[in-house]
C-alpha cells in the first residue's frame, strides 16, 4: 500500500477542479510514491465549497486558509486562489513547512514573487508553479529534441496566445480588467505562460519591447455572476474604466542572441486557446499549437533537401513523455492531463527532496520579464529584464 | 448524498482502465443521479487483477464472473473481456437482471448478436454497446446538426479507419489474428466503429461489396508478453498463419439511397487512430478525424458562394454536446472523455428506465453488415445485408 | 534559332484556352528543341474560333477538321475537341502522319480506345493523352519516390476526385449528362484521371467492383448558354433524364496485390477540385491533394519512430521534377503548368522519336477499367478488368 | 485590333523573366486595351541580354538604359534591376514622360523614394510599385470583404514573411549582405512586402519598435556566379562581413489604433516564400499564407457561435477577384499570376489615365516604416514615422 499525502486545495473554481481532478487520478496512471488525499477544500462561499467538497470527496470544508496551513495534518497546499492573494499563501504556506503547489500566474508583481521565492527558499520547502504547458507531452517532447541539440543553433522564437472571450463590448468589468486584482490582461494571464515555454525551451529573456492596446476602455458593471462571463449579464447598466490592456504585442533579445516575440491578445476571434510557438535553429524548427496539443511540428534539415517538409508527429506513442501513461498511439488526451504530469513528478520530487520546475524561482524570472514589458510599454523603449529590480 | 451504484468490472486489460476512469470521473463532471462504485473487478490473472482493483480501488476481485453476476449487490456488468466471451457474458448478465455495458465489437458473428440481442431484450434489462465515438462532442454534434437538417438530402457518406500498428512483419501471431477470437482484423475490429458512425449519422445499410487483404500471411508465434504489441518479443521461431483481414475496403449503398466508402487497415503508416469520415449532402459538408478529434470541419453550401469554405469548428464551447461538463472553449479534451459521456448517458437511462444508443440491437445491425462485407468478399458480388439471417 | 514546329488546335473551349497557352510557354520555360507556332485553330463556331485565334496568335482559323490533319505543314494535332470526336480525330490524324497531342479522358468506348491506339500504332506516330495531373511537380516526385523503393512494398490506394459543380438541381441538363455524349458521369470525366494516376504510380488494376448512383435524375433542358455551366441560365421549363452517374465509388484490386478505393462525385459540396490519392507501403506513404498541389505528405517509416509524421515537403525546389524551370522555392504553381510540363515532354519525344506516357495504349487500359466499374455496377459483382474486351 | 504598347524592360533575371511572362499573357487573359509588344530588352551582360530577348521574343537589345529611355517609340519603362539604381531609372523615366512599373523594393532610402515620387508626380506619368502580393485573388478578396466592413473594427495586424536559403554559413557574401547595394536583409527585402500588404489591408502604420539580428557575421566571398545562390560556388577562401540583418522582428501602432507585428527572417528553416497575415476584427478574423496562395482562411463572428470556424475558402471561383480569367474552382494559380493581373490593371489605368495602387507615393510611405524600423533598433526606442523626413 502507498502511502497517503494530504492535501488541502485552496479555491473551488475552474482551476480547483482542474487540480482536484489531477490529484484524483495521478496515482492511477503513474507509478508515483504516494497516493493523494483530498483533505481539505477551502472556499469563500460555503454553498460552492460545500457542493464541491462533496463532488471531488474531500473530508473537510475550511473557511480560513491561514488556520489550514497549520494544521499538522496537511502536507501539500494547492494554490488555485485569485493571483492577489498567491503572495500571501505561499509566504504563509512555507512557514508552516507545506510543500506548495501553486497555480499561475506567480503573482502581481515583482516584488510579490520575489518575496514568495524568498520564503520558499529560507523555509526549503518544495515548490511548483502550474505554468501547465511544459508538461504537454508534445511540448516536453520539443524540450527533449532541443536539449538532444537537434535543432542546432537556436535563432528565433515566435510565440502567440489568442483567445476571443472577451470581444463582446458587453461583456462585463470582471476582476480580469482590474489592475489591482489582475495586474494585467492577456500579457499577464497568457503571456506570462509564452515566457514560461520560452524560458523553458529558449533561455533567459535580455530585453524586450512591448505595446500595449485596451480595444474596449469602458465596460457594464458586472452584476452578481458576471465571473460566469457570460456578456451582459446582471448588468446594472453602469459602465467602468477597463485598466489592463486587451492586447500586447512584444519582441525581445534572449540572452543566447535568440530572436523572440510574443503576441498575445483577447481580441482574436475564433481563437479560443491559441498558445502556439515556433522555433527555428540551425538544423530544425519546431511549430506547436495547444488547440491540437498532441502534434508537434518538426523540419529537420538533415534530411535530403527535396525531402525536407514539416513532419506533423502525434505525441502519443509509448516512448513519448508522458504518454505512455495513458492510452495508446493515436488516442490523444487532453487539456487536464499536463496538470496530471505536473502532479506525478511534484510526488517525486517530494519524495526524493528534488525540485520540480518551474518553481517560485521561475515566477520571479517570468514576472520580471512582465514588468519589463510594462515598462517598455510606458516608457516607449527598449527595457531590460534585469532593470526589474 | 447521491444513490450509490454498483459496478463489477469485466477485464483489467487496456478497456479495464479505460472504463474505470470514466466511472470514476462520471459523477464529478456530469449531474448524474448516481454515485458509481467500483465494487468487484473480474480477471483471469491474479497478479494483473489485484493490481489493477487495488489502483482503481474496487473493493473486491473475483476469478468466475458467472457467479459474480448472480450476486445481488451489482447492479452493473462491465464487460470489457475478450470479444469471444461477449455472448456467453451478455446472455448471462441480462438473466440475472443486470444492466449491462459492453465493449465492442458486439460479438463474434451475427448468431452471436442476435442471441444477445434477444437475451437483453427478454431479460428487459438496459443494455449499451461502447461504440464510443459517438460520443466525442464533435461527432454528437454532427448528428445535431443533421438532424436539424443543416445537410440537406445526404448524399455520401466516406469512411476510413487506419492504423499502421501491425505493419512490422516481425509483430507475432496474437489473438488478433485468429479467426476464432477476433472474426475479423481491422474490419471486425475498426470497420465496426465507423458502420456504427454511419448507421448513427446516415441510417441502415442496405447492400455491401468488399475486398479483403492480407499483407503478411505468416507471422511468429508469440512467446509470453506478445499481448504488449512489442514486435519480436518472446518470438519462438516458429510462424503461423494470418486468418484474418489487414486491410479491408467496402462500399455500400444505404436504404436511404447514400452512397457509402469505408476503407480499413492496419497497414497505413503513419496513422495511428485515423478515424475518418466525410458527408457530403445537399447543403452541406462535414468532415471529422479522431486524432483531431476537437474539431469538426463544416461547409455550409448557404454561405455566399465567395465565402463558402470548410469552417473548423473547435467543438469546445459549453454549448456544443457533452462538452461544457469540462473545461473552456479552447481546453480540448482527449480520448478517454467520450468513455465519460456514454456513462453519463448510461446512468441517466438506468434512472429512467430509457434506453440508450448503440445497445445490443444495434450491435445486431452492425455485425451484419460486417458479414455482409465478408459473404461480399467471398463470392465476389454485391451482398444484401438482409441476406444475413 | 529553334526549328519551328506547326500546330493545329483542334477546339477552342476551356481546354483549347489552357493547350494554347501551354504551346505558347513552352519554350520560354523548358530547353526544348522546337518553337512551336500556333498555326491553324479548328472550331465549329466561327465567331469564337476567330477571336479565340485572334487572342492567341494563330495564323488561320478552319472549320475542316479532316482537311487540317492533310495539310503538310502541321506537325502536330492537338485535339481538345468533345470526347465524342475523339476516336475520329485521333485516327485521321494518325492516319495523316501526325503526332497526336489528345485531351482526356480518350474515348467514350473501350472499343473506340483500341481503335485510336491501333491506329496510331500502325501509323507510328508520336501520341500523347493528357492526363494533366501526372506531370504536376508533386505527382512526379511521388512516382520517383516510389521508384527508388522509398515506400517499400505497396499495400493501398486511396483516390478520391470529387467537384461540387452540379449540385444545384437546376443546373441545365447539358453534355455532361448524356450517354451517347459524355459515356459517364464523374466515372468518365474523373476517375480516368484517378485510374490513371493510380496506373503511373502503383500498376495495372485487376478487378473491380462498383456502385454508382444518380441523386438527380431530371434536370432542365438547357436553353443557348446552358455550357457556361450557369445555374438555370436559358432554361426552356422542360426536364430531361440524366443518363449517367452523380457518384461512383470503386474498389479494386491490382496485379500486385495492392488494395485500391476510388471515390467520385460531383457532389460533393465544397470540394472544387479535390484530386486526391493516399498510398500506402511497407517503408513510407504518401498524400496528395490538387488542392494544395504544391505539397506533398510524405511519411518516411525509417525515421525513428517517435520523430515520425507526415511531411509537407513544398515540391518547388529547383531539384525537383519540372520546378527548376519556373520560379523559386516556395514559389508556387498552378492548374496550367502541367500542361506546359507535358508539353516540353511530347517535344523531346517528337524529336528524338521516343514515346511519351500516357499515350493511346495507356488510353485503352484507362477506359477498360472504366468499363470494368460500369459492368461491376451493373451486374452488382466484382469484374475482372481483363473481362473486357 | 488592339493597339499595340512598346515596353522595354530594364533587366533580365528572375524578374525579368516574371514580368516578360507577365506581357506575354495578360491579353490573352484580360481584356485589355492593349496588346503589350516586348519591344527592348536591356541587360549589363551581352550573351545573357541577348538569349533572353530571343527567347521572349524581344525586337531589340540595349546596353545603355538611358537611351532607351529617350526613345520616342518606347510606352512603358518595366525596370526589374537592382534596388540601387532604381532611383536613377525611375527619375529618369519620368522625364521621359514614360508610364513606370518598377519592381519594388522602391528604393534603398526614404531620400530616393521621395525624389522618385517627385519626379513622377512632377512629370504626371503613371507609375506602379511591384509588390505583387496585393493581387493575389485571395488578398485582393480580403481587401474587398475588409472594404465592406465584413471584419468590423480591426484590432490586430500579425504578419510575418519567413525564408531559409541563407541558412547554410557557406552561402556566399552575395549583394543581398551588403548596405550600399540592399540596405537592409530580410527587412528590406521582405518587410517591404508586409508592410505594403499592412497599409493594403489596415491603414497608415504611426509607430514602430524594431530589433534586429545577424546570425552569421562573416561569409565566404563569393567567386563568379555566386548569385545563383549556390552554397559555397566560386568560394575563394576569404570573408566578408554581413552587413545586413538575418532576422528582424517589429511590432506597431497604425494610425487607427490596430496593433501590429511583423516578423521576418532567412533563418526559418523550412518557410521557402512564407508570406503570412492574420487579421482581427470585431466581426471577423483572416488568414493568408502564401505558400497556400489560393486560399483565405475566414472566420465570421456573426455565424451562430457553435457553428464557427475558420473557413478555409478556396478564392478560385471566377467571382472572386481576378480569378474568372483563369481557369475553373479549384483549379489553383500561382506565383506569377499576380503580375498579370498587375499589368491589366497598369494598362487600364494607362489606357483611362487614372492611377494604380500601389505606387511610387506608396513607395516613399512604405520605405518610411522600414527606415523607422532601422531607428528603432539602432536607437532602442519606439519611433514615430512620422520622424522620418
Redesign the interface.
Same mark, same amino acid.
Given at each position: 500500500?502507498k502511502k497517503k499525502i494530504n492535501i488541502a486545495v485552496l479555491g473551488t473554481g475552474?482551476m480547483g477542479k482542474?487540480h482536484? /481532478?489531477g490529484w484524483? *487520478?495521478v496515482? =492511477?496512471f503513474f507509478d508515483v510514491p504516494f497516493e493523494p488525499v483530498l483533505k481539505v477544500a477551502f472556499g469563500t462561499e460555503r454553498d460552492d465549497t460545500e457542493e464541491f467538497a462533496? *463532488?471531488?470527496g474531500f473530508s473537510e470544508t475550511a473557511y480560513d486558509w491561514a488556520q489550514v496551513m497549520e494544521r499538522d495534518d496537511i502536507d501539500i497546499v494547492d494554490i488555485v486562489a485569485p493571483t492577489k492573494v498567491h503572495k500571501d499563501m505561499v509566504v504563509k504556506a512555507a512557514r508552516c513547512g507545506k510543500a506548495v503547489f501553486c497555480e499561475k500566474p506567480a503573482a502581481l508583481s515583482y516584488a510579490e514573487a520575489v518575496e514568495m521565492a524568498a520564503a520558499v527558499k529560507q523555509a526549503g520547502v518544495l515548490s511548483y508553479l502550474n505554468h501547465n504547458y511544459r508538461r504537454v507531452p508534445a511540448v516536453a517532447?520539443a524540450k527533449k529534441m532541443i536539449e538532444e541539440g537537434r535543432l542546432g543553433?537556436l535563432?528565433?522564437w515566435?510565440g #502567440?496566445y489568442l483567445?476571443d472571450?472577451i470581444?463582446d463590448p458587453e461583456f462585463p468589468l470582471t476582476w480580469h480588467f482590474k489592475r489591482d486584482l489582475a495586474r494585467g490582461g492577456p500579457l499577464w494571464d497568457l503571456s506570462s505562460h509564452s515566457v514560461d515555454l520560452a524560458r523553458y525551451l529558449i533561455g533567459e529573456v535580455k530585453s524586450v519591447? #512591448?505595446?500595449q *492596446?485596451t480595444?474596449i476602455e469602458e465596460r457594464p458593471l458586472p452584476g452578481k455572476g458576471a465571473a460566469t462571463f457570460t456578456a451582459g449579464k446582471g448588468a446594472t447598466g453602469e459602465t467602468g474604466k477597463v485598466e489592463v490592456d486587451? #492586447?500586447s504585442?512584444?519582441?525581445?533579445?534572449f540572452e543566447n542572441?535568440v530572436?523572440?516575440?510574443f503576441?498575445t491578445?483577447r481580441?482574436?476571434?475564433?481563437? *479560443? @486557446?491559441?498558445n502556439y510557438f515556433?522555433i527555428?535553429?540551425? =538544423?530544425?524548427?519546431l511549430a506547436w499549437n495547444?488547440?491540437?496539443? /498532441?502534434?508537434?511540428?518538426?523540419? @529537420?534539415?538533415e534530411?535530403p #533537401?527535396?525531402?525536407?517538409?514539416?513532419? /506533423?508527429?502525434?505525441?502519443?506513442?509509448s516512448?513519448?513523455p508522458y504518454a505512455g501513461a495513458?492510452?495508446?498511439?493515436?488516442?490523444?488526451?487532453?487539456?487536464?492531463?499536463a496538470f496530471v504530469h505536473a502532479m506525478a513528478d511534484f510526488l517525486h520530487a517530494y519524495e526524493t527532496g528534488g525540485t520540480i520546475d518551474p518553481n517560485m524561482e521561475d515566477g520571479v524570472k517570468i514576472i520580471q520579464v512582465l514588468e519589463a514589458a510594462l515598462k517598455?510599454s510606458d516608457e516607449?523603449? =527598449?527595457v531590460r529584464v534585469a532593470e526589474i529590480k
Open positions: 500500500m475552474f482542474a482536484s /481532478n484524483m *487520478k496515482a =492511477k462533496q *463532488k471531488w517532447f543553433t535563432y528565433e515566435r #502567440a483567445q472571450w470581444m519591447m #512591448a505595446i *492596446k480595444f486587451d #492586447a504585442f512584444m519582441i525581445t533579445e542572441g530572436l523572440g516575440s503576441d491578445s481580441f482574436a476571434g475564433g481563437r *479560443k @486557446n491559441y515556433e527555428y535553429g540551425s =538544423k530544425g524548427s495547444f488547440e491540437r496539443m /498532441n502534434e508537434l511540428q518538426y523540419l @529537420n534539415m534530411d #533537401a527535396d525531402e525536407q517538409g514539416f513532419r /506533423n508527429i502525434m505525441v502519443t506513442n516512448t513519448h495513458w492510452w495508446a498511439p493515436g488516442h490523444v488526451v487532453g487539456y487536464e492531463h517598455s516607449e523603449r =527598449k
